[in-house]
């Protein structure tokens, strides 16, 4: 019946222990059994167990009686990274009410303010559930109170619970069925079901993870993607439990998944209604916005032959994460590879480490950038994802970056420091809040290109781990931009340009300069390494030439037959100079890109 189904989400900063809380409740509603307990169950990827963090959200459903009653309890576990706030979103879509989940010692961060505000505009019932409270050092009035300043949350309404211990368990799974509405619907109207992620397997094809919203589907139905266009036939349908369980059929307001022999997930829209196939169909669900790239880099093979076999790893991998996108591209310092477009530089990360250890791939990756906006001075507008695109400074109008909304949540004793971050990174303070009596929330304006960098590095390390950074963008607003070209010989390597503020390029320009003098290998001539904004050179370095005693059969006798024989040497290098072609080894490319910017 649908009165007794409940489907809700777990959303919580980074670490508050949404896959914990998951596992006990598995264990609580007897969906997994003592023995086949592990910890981080819901996490499938060797990545998410090794690092301790969701990547992936995954639905679940547990059955379980309370006082004489059966209910269907739909869980999806999201994760709690600002990079995959796109995955919670979508979450969200699908449920009716979510347990916002707080450290009991933490207490409120940036990302709980975010996801709080994200299941409000989505008019859930929130449940708030205060963590940890085993912890000896755990706070649960002070961070009840924290909630009530600011997210305006009655401190009474606060469910106390130890995910790791399992103290609670039950009062919030009581709170779950009293408090969270029953899914609405029509049982008997057309087939109208959501498509909230999808997921390949090499056995059985593309696999459509579904969240029912009217009417109900069967096994062996024929079934239509509205947005695709495309027409199936329902092979299997069942319900996670954690694993796949097939059933006869799902009914309105249920979650689960169906197979339809579909080989590519190039068909799979995420955000894609199924409805019934003929004129009886029911009437396109308002899917999700298209996830926002916002960092792009390029991914090259360090073996040029392999670069079929990563174009393989991108597309597997692309297959089960709709959010990353690649296009092919070629650079005449590493040959061809691939521009990638992720959600954030976590999510380059995993992609990374993803493709190394799944695929076998090894990768060289240049520097990250942002997308920039260029006017043009004919009124074109381009829109930049590598620096190489950038054109002349001469036709260019206005030069746009985009802009971030930061949201640092820090101790108060931290606040002149993360003061002082911000504005070395062109911020513009918008807001301060206190919350509580120990800490307040800054609010800044800050370019995307300084937040991905290494900001949330250097917040942890002010604030001594405690300070936590959400970011939503705002949008593009002009500035003084430039792009910083690097020449070694006269040649522009195309793989180390970068996009970056007029202020900064003396620095930066240097810095790189100086690194790839250290790096490249000495040739018999003189190797010019420059940084230069247009034709103007603004850093240089010189690799000097290996010497060769071209006079050490010259002992005593007159000075002229020295000189003649140096001279000689000189002509031949500058011969060879302008004919000759500098070597950058793989190393040296690594090292400047791995480093990021170099020291001064």
Do not use: W
């Not at 040739?523 to 420059?530: D, K, L, P």
């Amino acid at each position: 019946m649908t009165e007794h189904i409940r489907n809700f989400c777990i959303i919580a900063h980074i670490d508050h222990g949404k896959s914990t809380l998951a596992d006990r409740l598995l264990e609580y509603t007897g969906t997994v059994q003592k023995r086949q307990m592990k910890e981080q169950l819901l996490d499938d990827l060797d990545l998410e167990r090794q690092r301790g963090i969701t990547i992936k959200a995954r639905a679940v459903s547990m059955r379980l009686q309370l006082d004489g009653q059966a209910y269907e309890l739909n869980l999806i576990d999201t994760p709690g990274h600002v990079d995959f706030h796109y995955e919670v979103s979508r979450s969200l879509a699908c449920c009716e009410g979510a347990l916002l989940l707080v450290d009991a010692f933490q207490g409120v961060e940036a990302q709980t303010v975010a996801n709080a505000y994200a299941a409000m505009e989505h008019d859930l019932k929130i449940i708030p559930v205060i963590n940890k409270i085993d912890l000896a050092y755990a706070r649960p009035e002070e961070v009840a109170e924290e909630m009530h300043q600011t997210l305006g949350i009655d401190p009474d309404d606060c469910v106390k619970v130890s995910a790791k211990t399992g103290v609670g368990v039950d009062e919030l799974v009581r709170s779950i069925v009293r408090l969270v509405p029953a899914p609405g619907g029509d049982a008997k109207g057309p087939l109208q079901a959501m498509v909230f992620d999808s997921s390949y397997d090499d056995y059985r094809g593309a696999i459509t993870y579904i969240r029912m919203m009217n009417g109900t589907v069967r096994k062996g139905q024929k079934i239509r993607f509205l947005r695709a266009g495309s027409q199936h036939e329902i092979i299997e349908l069942g319900q996670f439990v954690p694993g796949r369980k097939p059933c006869d059929e799902l009914k309105v307001g249920q979650v689960g998944y169906l197979i339809c022999n579909i080989k590519s997930l190039g068909d799979v829209h995420i955000g894609d209604t199924i409805s019934t196939t003929g004129n009886d169909a029911a009437e396109p669900l308002p899917g999700y916005d298209r996830p926002k790239r916002m960092v792009y880099c390029g991914l090259f093979p360090s073996d040029g032959q392999d670069f079929s076999e990563l174009r393989e790893a991108l597309e597997r991998l692309a297959i089960n994460d709709p959010s990353f996108e690649f296009e092919p591209e070629t650079s005449d310092a590493l040959g061809f590879g691939f521009r990638c477009g992720f959600l954030g530089l976590l999510h380059m990360e995993i992609v990374q480490q993803r493709l190394e250890q799944e695929s076998d791939v090894d990768l060289v990756q240049t520097a990250p950038n942002v997308t920039y906006e260029i006017i043009t001075k004919r009124g074109d507008t381009l829109t930049i994802h590598k620096p190489q695109d950038v054109p002349d400074s001469g036709d260019i109008e206005e030069f746009r970056q985009p802009i971030v909304r930061c949201n640092i949540v820090v101790p108060i004793e931290y606040i002149g420091a993360i003061m002082k971050l911000a504005q070395e990174r062109r911020g513009i303070q918008r807001s301060q809040e206190y919350i509580g009596t120990q800490r307040a929330m800054l609010t800044y304006d800050i370019p995307l290109a300084e937040v991905i960098y290494d900001l949330h590095d250097k917040i942890k390390s002010a604030t001594r781990g405690y300070g936590t950074l959400d970011y939503e963008m705002v949008g593009y607003e002009a500035a003084d931009l430039c792009r910083l070209d690097i020449l070694v010989n006269g040649n522009r390597v195309d793989a180390l340009s970068v996009v970056c503020n007029k202020a900064d390029a003396d620095r930066r320009g240097r810095a790189v300069a100086k690194k790839l003098k250290a790096e490249i290998e000495r040739h018999m001539f003189e190797v010019a390494v420059q940084a230069a904004i247009g034709s103007r050179v603004i850093a240089r370095e010189t690799v000097p030439a290996m010497r060769k005693n071209v006079t050490a059969k010259c002992y005593g006798g007159d000075i002229t037959r020295k000189r003649k024989l140096l001279q000689k040497q000189k002509e031949g290098k500058k011969r060879m100079k302008a004919v000759g072609n500098v070597e950058i080894s793989q190393k040296a490319f690594m090292a400047v890109l791995s480093g990021g910017e170099p020291e001064q």
